[in-house]
């Protein structure tokens, strides 16, 4: 059975993504496990402890208004559901439930801090990204499920591992959909080794219904988006590699702003 860590702060963003979630994965062999982290403070006082006990239990009430609201939402499907609450930084805090529950994956909402059009993602989700070193479902503002078509994986062409495969050719297959790899270059004419590379992708996803494409860019984002503005994406995937490009750009301290499509949801998946 597949467990999904569903981080929340109880707004309506967070709703979003858990229902998308649960619509994108479904109720069969899944359960979902409601995360919220309240704030932490370091005053030792015993106004402190108590305003501790306070956030706490209005934590608890939230949760259970979400729970019930989640649960009316499906009312026929009856989605496998518990929930965790716990005091400290999120990133942190879904770390240790993650383990704890032997988590598949981790989905959340997006919002970007100076406008979702000129952001990647906020803060909260590109730490977690940074950070969970698993599959993050990165779901933007306001997305809404839909049959899934067409579906991209952005590529440089280096080897991936046997869980990413995996995790990529599970979702076409869930969702019927085709995958497009995409792979951005600064060169005029492909060479004999990308060529060679390309092949091997190729053969990687012979077992899903898919397409190699290759954009001619020196910005690798400004590459992804020429091709989802041209040929649209309902869904794209990213590999997370220490000293990549792509785990650089979920890097929370990476001062540069990115514009990568953040209306498409992101499902990063982490390579050691």
């Keep these: 059975m597949k467990t999904i860590i569903l981080p929340t702060d109880f707004s309506d ?20 496990v409601l995360v919220n982290a309240y ?20 934590a608890e009430t939230s949760m259970e208004t979400e729970m ?34 032997k988590a598949d994956m981790i989905a959340m909402g997006t919002k970007g801090d ?9 803060s909260n989700t590109s730490h977690v990204i940074k950070m969970a070193l698993c599959p993050v479902l990165a779901i933007p503002e306001g997305a809404r499920y839909s049959k899934m078509d067409r579906l991209v994986f952005t590529t440089d062409l280096k080897k991936v591992s046997d869980a990413s495969r995996q995790a990529i050719a599970d979702v076409c297959k869930m969702t019927g959909a085709r995958l497009d790899v995409v792979n951005v ?5 492909v060479g004999a ?8 992708v190729n ?56 514009a990568l499509h953040t209306e498409v949801p992101l499902l990063v998946l982490y390579e050691k």
């Design 203 to 258: 053969h990687m996803f012979s077992d899903v219904s898919h397409q190699i494409h290759t954009v001619q860019d020196d910005n690798v984002s400004e590459g992804i988006n020429t091709f989802v503005e041209q040929n649209g994406a309902d869904l794209i995937f990213m590999l997370a590699r220490e000293e990549s490009f792509f785990y650089r750009l979920f890097n929370p301290s990476h001062t540069r702003k990115m």
């Design 68 to 101: 019930n609201y989640i649960l009316s939402c499906y009312k026929d499907k009856k989605p496998a559901l518990s929930s965790v609450i716990r005091k400290g930084d999120l990133a942190e805090v879904i770390g240790v439930v993650f383990k704890m529950e």
């Design 114 to 122: 100076s406008g979702v059009d000129k952001v990647l993602m906020g």
């Design 193 to 200: 080794e990308t060529e060679r590379r390309m092949a091997e």
């Design 39 to 58: 704030g932490m403070h370091h005053n030792s006082s015993a106004m402190m402890i108590n305003l501790d006990d306070v956030l706490h239990k209005d």
């Design 13 to 32: 963003n967070a709703k979003n993504a858990i229902r998308f979630t649960i619509d994108m994965y479904g109720t069969e062999n899944v359960r979902y």
């Design 185 to 189: 270059h600064d060169q005029a004419e």
